[in-house]
C-alpha cells in the first residue's frame, strides 16, 4: 500500500550542480541534504523543505519537459512569485484550477515547477 511520495526526482545537465544550488537553496529556500556516498559519485544534488525532497540527478543529453513537473504547494504564493521574479525567475501565473492560486517557473536548466496554494477555506 502507498503512503506517501518520498521525494520527486528531476533531471539535470551535468555540471549544473552550482547553478541548482543557488536556485534551491538560495530562491526557494530549501535545505541542501548530503547524498550517501556511493550516490555522489554519480553527481546531482538532493534538497528539502520540510516534508518536500527533491533529487536532481544528472543526465547525458538532458532536456527538459515541456509538461511534466512537481506541484509544489506553498504558503505565502504572492511572496514567493515576487521573490523569484526578484532573483531573475520569471512566473506565468494560471487561474483554471479551482480554488487555488498558482502559477509555472523553471528552474535554472528549464524543469518545470508548479506553485500552488489553496485560496482560504479549501
Known amino acids: 500500500m502507498l503512503t ?6 528531476l533531471a539535470a545537465p551535468p555540471g549544473s550542480e552550482d547553478r541548482q544550488r543557488r536556485f534551491y537553496t538560495g ?12 550516490l555522489a559519485a554519480r553527481g546531482g544534488c ?39 521574479e526578484a532573483h531573475g525567475t520569471p512566473v506565468t501565473w494560471d487561474t483554471l484550477l479551482p480554488g487555488h492560486r498558482r502559477f509555472y517557473a523553471h528552474d535554472p536548466v528549464g524543469n518545470r515547477l508548479e506553485f500552488l496554494e489553496p485560496d482560504s477555506g479549501v
Open 4 to 9: 506517501a511520495v518520498d521525494h520527486v526526482q
Open 27 to 38: 530562491v526557494l529556500g530549501m535545505t541542501e541534504v548530503p547524498k550517501p556516498p556511493a
Open 46 to 84: 538532493w534538497f528539502r523543505a520540510g516534508p518536500v525532497h527533491l533529487h536532481l540527478g544528472i543526465e547525458p543529453g538532458f532536456r527538459p519537459s515541456d509538461k511534466a513537473h512537481p506541484g509544489l504547494r506553498v504558503t505565502g504564493i504572492e511572496e514567493l512569485a515576487a521573490r523569484l
